[in-house]
């Protein structure tokens, strides 16, 4: 039978089988051999009770992120809040970096629009629909586009990432209408949410698989090269060709399709700039190591 590990507990593991939970062992040689078995895996076990059995083997990994622990996630639902925490755009764009070499799907969710004064949701929606991305604004507060976003998590295996404190606890449970997560207070002092949540687990509520974890705050992008880095902004792509060198790094180069693009407004300035601001995060990261 095959089926998917929804909760892992000391030495046991919650297999989801046709909207049943059978508690599971890893067993025998199987044991010896696996690493590691992650919220996520997609495993097959054989039945030894009514509700129990031994995982026998995994299937493999489309991606998996490591802290914390989760194994074929199908999207990221990356938060940021207009306020308190002000957005944090590098966090954003270091994530979808993320998502695409990582195979996840990055969904934008801008929360908090109940404290949007500026129309900043609407700035942050333009730049990123644009590219191709899918954006939602929201208010868990005030129910606001909440229905829309429920569309896009339904039947995908979902991870909330954002900065403590942009409401990632507060919308899981306005999705799942319950109270199936602690939400943080924030701290005046720091506006910034109290870490809260502890363990991964899916939660389970109608046809919505949500792995909450203790929070995505911070992204390693250090196996990237910055020699890749464009590729991951992919409204550059567009405009590559017109660049004179192949290898050209669109930062100081003269001819440089990029920097053309940015100045006729068909690449935002801020996205490009933040590209500048990683790249050279990249390069000294190297620099460190060699
Ligand atoms: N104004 C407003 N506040 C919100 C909204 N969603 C969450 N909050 C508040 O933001 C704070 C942090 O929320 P929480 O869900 O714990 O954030 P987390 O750290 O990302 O899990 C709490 O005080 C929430 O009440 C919203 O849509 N509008
Ligand atoms: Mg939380
Ligand atoms: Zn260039």
């Not at 000391?10 to 040689?29: L, R």
């Not at 060198?245 to 006729?264: L, S, W």
């Not at 300035?269 to 390069?283: A, D, F, G, K, L």
């Amino acid at each position: 039978m095959q089926g998917k590990i929804y909760k892992i507990l000391s030495n046991f593991y919650y297999v989801k089988v046709n909207n049943e939970i059978i508690e599971c062992k890893a067993k025998g040689k199987f044991k010896k051999d696996l690493v590691d078995l992650y919220v996520g895996d997609n495993v097959i076990i054989e039945k030894i009770d009514n509700n129990k059995g031994n995982i026998i083997e995994v299937l493999p990994r489309k991606n998996s992120l490591k802290r914390p622990s989760v194994a074929n996630v199908d999207k990221l639902i990356i938060l940021l809040s207009i306020k308190a925490p002000a957005p944090d755009y590098i966090l954003l764009d270091k994530q979808i970096i993320y998502c695409l070499k990582n195979n996840i799907i990055p969904i934008i969710c801008i929360t908090k629009i109940d404290k949007d004064k500026n129309n900043e949701a609407e700035k942050i929606r333009e730049i990123y629909s644009k590219i191709g991305y899918r954006v939602y604004c929201i208010s868990s507060k005030e129910n606001i586009g909440i229905e829309e976003l429920k569309q896009e998590l339904h039947d995908y295996l979902c991870v909330f990432a954002g900065n403590s404190g942009v409401g990632k606890s507060t919308l899981v449970n306005t999705i799942c209408n319950n109270n199936v997560m602690a939400e943080g207070n924030i701290s005046k002092k720091t506006s910034r949410g109290k870490h809260t949540t502890r363990h991964v687990e899916i939660i389970q509520n109608q046809n919505y698989m949500i792995a909450d974890t203790p929070g995505f705050s911070l992204f390693e992008i250090n196996d990237i090269q910055k020699e890749e880095l464009a590729i991951y902004f992919e409204e550059f792509k567009a405009y590559t060709q017109r660049c004179e060198f192949r290898d050209c790094t669109h930062i100081k180069e003269e001819k440089c399709g990029v920097k053309q693009a940015v100045n006729n407004n068909d690449i935002s300035q801020e996205r490009y700039n933040r590209y500048v601001t990683i790249y050279n995060e990249i390069s000294k990261n190297n620099c460190d190591f060699k």
